[in-house]
């Protein structure tokens, strides 16, 4: 009785699970793969270009002996992400997890940003998403199993000035991660989102050493710094593992204390 509901840390093991991440290549995409490879699933790296994506699955092909493998698509093309999913398929066999991870930021004042800024956030954190979602959906119902995880963000629970594009963005993103949790988890197919604070990404290296990000790092986070790439893979490997077979819908802060406050 006790082997049977006590797995304990044998539920994350991802041996023989096949990932596919938007966005892969580098940054936060990058450390999930990496995280996600550790605990022995193989991986499909999606971004648009294809050199820096091969790079990169080579690396975690050599430092975690796993299949990994790069895909050039445009997520916010449904021909391309359809493409994806395919070639995912054709590759593993099947698609276990998707991460969502693929998204831009552009900041600045309403007034000063353009209609076509907020438009091409919102083309590629939104529809993006949704497009990839969609890709791989019909083959996740085939099997009756599946993990989505949605990089949302804390900028998707709370506000931020001169930021009315990613948060309008990551906004939408938590709702569509709660709606297609109610509308997938009769498949067996988990939705859920991490919600990351200020990682020290290469979205956000230009900012760094700015008065307003020190003044939001060390005043809005309990942690006072940033968060390293590193410390994104846990909440990865928990949502892709069976460690979180009853999580669905749920959005889960990686934030530094950032929405404690």
């Not at 006790?2 to 093991?13: A, E, N, R, V």
């Not at 996740?140 to 993990?147: A, C, D, I, L, V």
């Amino acid at each position: 009785m006790h082997d049977s509901i006590l797995p304990g840390i044998k539920q994350f093991d991802l041996t023989g699970k096949s990932a596919v991440i938007t966005g892969g290549s580098r940054s936060l995409g990058y450390a999930m793969a990496a995280g996600l490879a550790s605990a022995g699933a193989d991986i499909m790296l999606v971004n648009r270009n294809i050199e820096d994506g091969k790079v990169a699955a080579d690396q975690l092909e050599r430092d975690f002996g796993v299949n990994a493998i790069a895909f050039a698509a445009d997520i916010t093309s449904q021909v391309e992400t359809e493409a994806m999913a395919q070639m995912a398929v054709n590759t593993f066999g099947k698609i276990d997890v998707l991460i969502n991870s693929a998204g831009i930021n552009i900041r600045g004042p309403i007034d000063e940003i353009s209609h076509e800024d907020f438009n091409k956030v919102m083309q590629v954190n939104v529809n993006g998403t949704w497009l990839s979602s969609r890709a791989v959906t019909p083959f996740m119902k085939k099997r009756k199993s599946g993990r989505i995880i949605n990089l949302a963000s804390t900028l998707g629970l709370v506000g931020l000035a001169n930021r009315t594009p990613y948060t309008a963005s990551k906004g939408a993103i938590v709702q569509m991660t709660r709606a297609l949790a109610l509308e997938l988890a009769p498949f067996n197919i988990m939705v859920n989102a991490i919600c990351p604070g200020p990682f020290l990404t290469d979205m956000n290296i230009p900012i760094a050493d700015s008065e307003e990000a020190k003044t939001i790092v060390l005043g809005a986070t309990a942690l006072g710094r940033w968060g390293q790439l590193k410390e994104i893979q846990g909440a990865a490997i928990f949502l892709a593992s069976d460690a979180s077979s009853y999580m669905v819908g749920s959005m889960l802060t990686v934030d530094g204390g950032w929405t404690a406050r």
